[in-house]
């Protein structure tokens, strides 16, 4: 048996796996492609059993989001690694080898990104993930390649193998006996910044996360929910803080939360002024939730702290919207 699975979680996905699937089997030779299907509505299922009756299928009972949707699919794998691919990605020829090699050659790697850029506009970066992903001590995370809304054109100015804080969800290879150790993604957070918390939890524990150049893959991008979508507001600003608490040091924890809920305020004015009242009170929805996780958060603080020293020691929505910084060249540079 192959000892690498790459493993695509669909949601009514049906129409991405039509565009991408059979590239993706065409291009990973060296892994088994296995789907997992969250409940699908849209005849996905049927469409797989029919189509590609060879491509193994996990069918989950109902729609667990990304976070619990990949939990228990994996666990009915026996792969020593696992790639987490999104429905709505194209990749390359020879994108799985690169990826395989920076973990062979490190032991202390647990999981790798590779390039990911943009399948509209195909000479630019892709907002989720980029050429890797950082964060700041106040919890904002941005790529290189990407700060906020700004995506670079890829000119090779990010072509050299290095280490990175977060790999992207999009495509995501992790080694899964340290998967496995770390007991996955946080169910709780269903979707959006699962993968960040998976990996300041493997910082924590002494291991690194790469970003490998030399594979290539493109994502469409918002395939399930809009930039603009309330739930999706409410889900990145819940488990941000969520991400914060269980991860910050108890000398910073309270500080740098302060900051951040009071940035978060200001960000819910601005939306209120724009006339976005549902993403404001997604905002406030999610402090609610975030203050009744509380006792859950307490228990699952990690033990150990090492990922906080490979934070970006500045605020990069300062650098970004006040001193006009606009790629990460110009704010982390030395």
Known sequence: ????????????????????????????????????????TDASAEYLKTAFPGVPLVLLDKNYGFAEGYNRGLATLTHDYFILLNS?????????????QVSLARRDVAAVQPKILDYHRRTHFEYAGAAGGFMDVLGYAFCRGRIFDEQEEDKGQYDTRSEI????????FVRAEVFRSLKGFDARFFAHMEEIDLCWRMHNQGYTVAYQ?????????????????????????????????????????????????SLDGITGVRFLLQGSVRNLWAILKAHFVFYRWLPYLIGKRSKSFGGFKKLYAGSVVWAYF?????????ICSK
């Open 322 to 330: 006040v001193k006009k910084k606009k790629t990460y060249t110009e």
């Open 213 to 261: 150049p030399a594979s290539v893959v493109y994502h469409v991008g918002g395939g399930t929910l809009p930039a603009e979508n309330p739930f999706k507001t409410y889900l990145n600003f819940r488990n941000n803080l969520a991400m914060m608490f269980k991860n910050l040091p108890r000398k910073y924890l309270f500080p740098l939360l302060f900051v951040r809920l």
């Open 88 to 100: 709505d990605v194209e990749v390359t020829r020879g994108w799985i080898l690169p990826l395989l």
């Open 165 to 172: 804080f977060w790999a992207s969800g999009a495509c995501f």
């Open 1 to 40: 048996m192959k000892n690498i699975a790459v493993v695509i979680l669909n949601f009514n996905g049906k129409h991405f796996l039509e565009k991408f699937l059979q590239n993706t089997l065409d291009n990973s030779p060296e892994a088994e492609v296995v789907v997992i299907d969250n409940a699908s």
